[in-house]
Structure formats: C-alpha cells, structure tokens
T-cell receptor, first 112, second 116 residues
Framework: GNSVTQMEGPVTLSEEAFLTINCTYT??????LFWYVQYPGEGLQLLLK?????DKGSNKGFEATYRKETTSFHLEKGSVQVSDSAVYFC???????????FGTGTRLKVLA | EAGVAQSPRYKIIEKRQSVAFWCNPI?????LYWYQQILGQGPKLLIQ????????DSQLPKDRFSAERLKGVDSTLKIQPAKLEDSAVYLC??????????????FGPGTRLLVL
C-alpha cells in the first residue's frame, strides 16, 4: 500500500542553520505531495505542495521538489528561525481516492 | 475567512464513558474529514463526508465510533464506550470540493482526548 517515510526527530538546529527534513514515499501512479506544519497547540497548516514530477513547492522560505525518480519530497530552508520550531508532516494524496496519507512527523527545535 | 472550528479543545473521561466532538468546517466546503492523531504519529483518516454523505469510513471502528454530518455542514464524532487506546487528538479538516488531486485540506485546532 501507499506510505510516507520521514526522518526521525527531533532535529535540533541553531538559528540561521540550513534545514533538511527527508521524506520518501511509496505509491502507485502520480500522487500529489504536501508538507504540513503543526505549531504547539494548533492544528496542521499547509506549508507547501507539489502536484506533479519536478514541481517545486515553496512558501515562507521553505522549498521542496517532487522527485519521481527517487520518490522523494525533501523539505529545505536556507536559514531557520526560532519561530520555525514545530512538527513537520510530509503527506501524499493517493491517486484515485485522493486520500491523505501522512508520515509520522519530524519535530524541529531551533535554538537562539 | 474563519477557519475550521472544533470543540471542546480538551476532554478527560474515564474508560467506558461516552464523548462527543463537534466540528464546523469552513463555509462552503463540501468535504469534511475526521482524523485521529495518536501521540508521535501522523494523522489517520477515520471518516470522510462529501456534503452529508459518507465517502470513506473504512478506518472507523464502527463498534464504538460514529459520526454524522447533518445538513452537510456541522459534524459530530462520538465514541461510546471509550477505551484507553482512544486517547489521541481528534482533528477535523475540510476541503472545498471533493478531495481531488492536489486539493488542500484545512485543519481545525483539534480536540485532545485523554481516557483514564
């Protein structure tokens, strides 16, 4: 079945460091891919998405590129801030049913 | 634009008791989802409604969980009787159309349930 695998956390970085959170997926067809962010005490918010191979999603300095050949959608940011501390979820939208399947989440802690 | 509203935000009950959660989606959104998020895991879909019809309830434990969406707007999720393993955050989400490719889901703040 379809699945999403994320790197385990927590990831702890100093402010202004470079961030990469790895995400790989298993799916038939061409799913849409998403990154959602969950701040403490809040629901999930869409961070960015890509709907076809080689698309790059970007928002708030975060980027991710849909790589069909490596079945990956890694999240990157050039310079993190303390306010980026949150849990990040990678997800795919199943081809056909469009049901979301989430990874287990990666907690990011950014230290001042 | 108002977001997805959920209540209560927190609930503590004893096992075998019943509990209900309420969700009001974004105005005009046809599709409504209930997810269960156990600590340390990603959200898992319990049930999906389109308007007031059920699209997918394959992951809903129907012996104890029930959900309804009357008039295609608000929705309630009920657990009766609750078990310890039901302790989780219950998230409601909505989307504009019918869950098509690349469609964004908008999430509420969730209800955190603790079963003692």
């Amino acid at each position: 079945g379809n699945s999403v695998t994320q790197m385990e956390g927590p990831v702890t970085l100093s402010e202004e460091a470079f961030l990469t959170i790895n995400c790989t997926y298993t799916a038939t067809g061409y799913p849409s891919l998403f990154w959602y962010v969950q701040y403490p005490g809040e629901g999930l918010q869409l961070l960015l998405k890509a709907t076809k191979a080689d698309d790059k999603g970007s928002n708030k300095g975060f980027e991710a590129t849909y790589r069909k050949e490596t079945t990956s959608f890694h999240l990157e940011k050039g310079s993190v801030q303390v306010s980026d501390s949150a849990v990040y979820f990678c997800a795919l939208s199943d081809t056909g049913t469009y049901k979301y399947i989430f990874g287990t989440g990666t907690r990011l802690k950014v230290l001042a | 634009e108002a977001g997805v509203a959920q209540s209560p935000r927190y609930k503590i009950i004893e096992k075998r008791q019943s509990v209900a959660f309420w969700c009001n989606p974004i105005s005009g959104h046809a599709t409504l989802y209930w997810y269960q998020q156990i600590l340390g895991q990603g959200p898992k879909l319990l049930i999906q409604f389109q308007n007031n019809g059920v699209v997918d309830d394959s992951q809903l434990p129907k012996d104890r969980f029930s959900a309804e969406r009357l008039k295609g707007v608000d929705s309630t999720l009920k657990i009766q009787p609750a078990k310890l393993e039901d302790s989780a955050v219950y998230l409601c989400a909505s989307s504009l159309v019918s869950g098509g490719p690349g469609e964004t889901q908008y999430f509420g703040p969730g209800t955190r349930l603790l079963v003692l």
